[in-house]
């Protein structure tokens, strides 16, 4: 058996050099007037979006996770698929912030957005799993609202093609729903 409190804590580890990683992909200017900042405007919305992502995720883990008394392999392994999905979001937002209007980019910070939620759920599955006399936010959660998540997703991949900033809009309305989800499921 793992040792909780040691997996909590490398995953605080990484979550946090994540989030400080991307801001290292906004460049200063080449000029000192406020003007010169509009090239970086994109690059700076990716960030923030996927800054809040971030530390949406960080405080969804541990809401997760509070109440947890056992973590096994399977939990472990979960994690540790959830955490190397969660550390390629620096790359795709620097991608995305260089071509916002390219649906390659767009598309792959979408597929690592979809990838984090799914991994996520299995970690949560994982977690019940080991710990079935424990309230999880996912025994919580009618399967309406993981339904929505994916629909948006979902619809966030088809409207792609078509309009590829749909993926930061998908990922702002997803960390809306989820956000709505912790606070329904703390009062709870």
Not at 2 to 26: Q, W
Not at 115 to 134: F, G, H, I
Request: neutral net charge.
């Amino acid at each position: 058996m793992m040792n909780k409190t040691r997996m909590e804590a490398l995953t605080d580890g990484i979550i946090a050099i994540v989030a400080t990683i991307m801001v290292l992909e906004i460049h200063a200017p080449d000029s000192f007037t406020f003007a010169s900042l509009r090239d970086q405007v994109t690059a700076m919305i990716a960030y923030v979006i996927s800054f809040a992502l971030v530390i949406l995720s960080w405080y969804s883990y541990h809401l997760l996770f509070q109440r947890a008394k056992r973590v096994d392999l399977r939990v472990y392994l979960a994690n540790a698929a959830w955490l190397l999905v969660l550390s390629a979001i620096p790359f795709a937002t620097s991608w995305v912030g260089l071509f916002p209007n390219h649906w390659q980019p767009e598309l792959t910070y979408l597929v690592i957005t979809t990838l984090w939620a799914l991994l996520y759920t299995v970690t949560s599955m994982a977690l019940n799993r080991a710990n079935p006399q424990v309230n999880t936010p996912v025994n919580h959660e009618p399967r309406l609202n993981i339904f929505i998540r994916y629909f948006i997703l979902l619809g966030s991949l088809i409207i792609l093609p078509f309009w590829p900033p749909i993926a930061l809009v998908g990922t702002l309305v997803l960390m809306g729903v989820s956000l709505t989800m912790n606070l329904i499921y703390e009062e709870k």
